[in-house]
């Protein structure tokens, strides 16, 4: 039987900007002094390996026996979007590595010192309670602009011993966001350095690659995560839409698609607000949606009970291809309940707005996203209206106009829950 051999870490070379990172702490740099670094710009520009990489170093070089902490938005996306790689780079450089899942812990042993990090999730208010308490030497956040201020300022406060610094990376939001107001816009009251990064300043991206990402954005997510522009979400949310790309008709589905695909039904439920159903087949490349029940009461001027609703959903799917899942507003519990009842498997959706969005833009731009050009009506006139509320932006809070929005959240919703991420970025 063939010996499986370990992974390896493929050191490239280093842009000029990362190589600032790996070293602004060190005694040399006119930095050193510095109490954080804030690395904000593009996707895939590279500063997330070698920020990550730079902190353990200096963790390393700086302390021994000291606690430090790391922070993603959860500790699952922190372990596959940091943890994964990084312990292939320290593996690589003599370092060794000891992760506890049970505490969420990473211990790294060097031939000088051993120190342990904390990893973690820094997801909604909640998560400041998470971290209170515990003294640290230093802290790193990943994507800080996706986590709440209540648990930033709370692990920023842990970091109380002599010689600590803080480490940022995000990529942008809106102007007001509070991590640009509180920090960036104040970086010298910070004593902070702050270093802007776009794709080309990642020297392992391919000009391929790069067209690739260029292609995929539009709008403000374009000046976002290509340009790395803190910039006001404004006006239609998916404009990267295609009429003629993001449709399609009878004629475009292959013989026997039903066999071939997964079914799931994906609801936004409503009493006073329309109660709407998506029929969405997923081929393992394109997500079809193939018809969708909308049913406004105020329009129709009869209110329907949880019963009539289930009936009304036996009658939508039919005997035949029952869904894997149905993607459920997790608020909406009685209704659960009743379609429990009747045999369906439900499943909570996810219902993170922004990261929903921004996930379902890309599936748009990325043509994944196809909508049946007659039997979806509601859906298509609510995309074309489906707009950001330009007030609560100004705010610093990103979340759609509430009005005619019910098709776009149960769309956002079934991409939110049932689509990996790591499918979309592969897309």
């Not at 070379?13 to 600032?20: G, I």
């Not at 300022?153 to 002599?162: H, P």
């Not at 020297?203 to 790069?210: F, Q, Y």
């Not at 929903?356 to 049946?372: D, F, N, P, Q």
């Amino acid at each position: 039987m063939a010996k499986l051999l370990k992974p390896t870490f493929r050191w490239k070379p280093f842009s000029r900007k990362q190589l600032q990172v790996l070293t602004w702490w060190m005694p040399e740099s006119p930095h050193h002094d510095k109490d954080a670094i804030i690395c904000d710009g593009s996707v895939r520009a590279g500063k997330t390996a070698s920020m990550s990489f730079s902190y353990i170093v200096w963790a390393m070089e700086t302390f021994n026996g000291q606690q430090l902490g790391m922070s993603g938005k959860t500790i699952g996306s922190l372990r596959r979007n940091v943890i994964i790689p990084l312990k292939l780079m320290l593996v690589s450089r003599g370092y060794k590595v000891f992760e506890s899942r049970s505490e969420n812990t990473m211990t790294v042993t060097s031939s000088k010192a051993i120190n342990t990090f904390y990893l973690f999730g820094g997801r909604d208010e909640r998560s400041q309670d998470l971290i209170q308490g515990v003294t640290l030497a230093g802290m790193f956040f990943d994507e800080v602009a996706l986590m709440p201020q209540s648990f930033v300022n709370q692990a920023t406060a842990r970091c109380s011993v002599d010689d600590s610094k803080i480490w940022f990376n995000c990529n942008p939001a809106g102007p007001f966001h509070w991590f640009k107001l509180e920090w960036l816009d104040q970086i010298i009251k910070k004593h902070a350095l702050h270093i802007h990064f776009t794709m080309d300043d990642n020297p392992s991206l391919s000009e391929r690659v790069k067209a690739r990402y260029r292609r995929d954005y539009s709008g403000v997510f374009y000046k976002r995560f290509v340009l790395g522009l803190w910039v006001l979400a404004d006006g239609i949310i998916y404009d990267m839409w295609d009429d003629d790309e993001n449709t399609f008709d009878d004629d475009d589905l292959v013989p026997g698609f039903k066999h071939l695909a997964r079914r799931y039904i994906a609801i936004d439920y409503g009493t006073s607000n329309p109660m709407v159903y998506l029929d969405i087949w997923d081929d393992g490349d394109v997500c079809w949606i193939l018809h969708e029940y909308y049913y406004d009461s105020r329009a129709k001027g009869i209110q329907k009970d949880d019963s009539q609703y289930a009936g009304d959903f036996e009658t939508f799917v039919g005997i035949e291809h029952p869904p894997i899942f149905t993607v459920l507003d997790p608020s909406a519990a009685s209704f659960k309940v009743a379609l429990r009842n009747r045999g369906y498997r439900v499943k909570d959706a996810d219902n993170e707005v922004e990261d929903g969005i921004r996930m379902m833009a890309t599936m748009i731009a990325k043509r994944k996203i196809r909508v049946h050009r007659t039997n979806c009506p509601n859906f298509l006139k609510e995309r074309a209206s489906y707009v950001w509320d330009k007030k609560a932006g100004e705010r610093g809070i990103e979340k759609p106009v509430k009005q005619l929005d019910h098709a776009m959240d149960g769309g956002r919703y079934f991409v939110k829950t049932i689509i990996k991420p790591r499918r979309i970025a592969a897309a």
